[in-house]
């Protein structure tokens, strides 16, 4: 079973492309029934489950608690890696899931022919550059390799990382589609190598420095503020890389669930809780539906538009 509950995680995935975690979904056929329910009178007969990435950070027992407290019975399902929770959404094995930004869930979508969608916004989180061997971008040799999520997303948009701090050259200034055959080598300072996700904390006593994303940083015993270089998540260009609560197209209106986001976005103690979990860089949003709605359009047709 590619879940499992909270005091356990997900076997890890060695997953590249996103197509390719489309591959996994037959394997899931048989879970849809475990998925929970929700009436017109926006009552949960069955508990909401929602897959997140890290379900061991406090702010989700905190939101558990809340949500029980509201009348709607809600599990939290651990996945170790990011390849899983869209795949297991789209076949019903959960309601929810909430681990992801616009971009990756726009290039889930396209790659996998599926239509989940965003009913929900919770925060946008800079991208970090983090090093165990430098203190800073300058110390960086020449020459030296860095680390960054083999993800299709997370891959531009740490690429984009690299470009800001001055370490790589990218080709037409690079985008949200960037990989490693736009890095300009000869104009770089660094070689550039693709890992999962999940194992680019774990990597850095073998690399110079690593893009991680934030359910990992702890992995490597650091925290946000160790970070060398980041982005800058209050840039207005920054909306595709809102985190998201995400469901199936059919089941964007439900009340139960748009509840749920409302609760996220309105329980102090949760949204204090990521923040803190973030070390302090997570900048919670209300961004409206709509917005998020267009923006995955925009993104979707851009992606395809790309690809074709």
Known sequence: MPITARTSTAPASSTRKLAAAAATLPLLLGLASCAGSSDAAGGSSDPVRIGVVGASDPYWETYEEAAADAGIPVEIVDFSDYAQPNPALSEGELDLNQFQHIVYLAQYNVAADEDLVPIGSTAIYPLGLYSTKYDSVDAIQQGDTVAVPNDESNLARGL????????????????????????DESASKVKVTTLDAALT???????????INNDFIQDAGLTAADAIAEDDPSDPNALPYVNIFAARAEDKDDPTYAKLVELFQDTTSVTDGLVENSGGTAEL????????????????ADTKAHEG
């Open 201 to 211: 904390a774990t990597s850095l006593p073998d690399v110079a420095a690593a893009i």
């Open 160 to 183: 984009l990382v690299l470009q800001s701090a001055g370490l790589v050259e990218l080709k037409d200034g690079g985008s949200i589609f960037s990989t490693l055959d736009d890095v």
């Open 285 to 300: 949003l209300k961004t409206p539906v709509s917005e998020l709605e267009a923006s995955l359009t925009e993104v979707e």
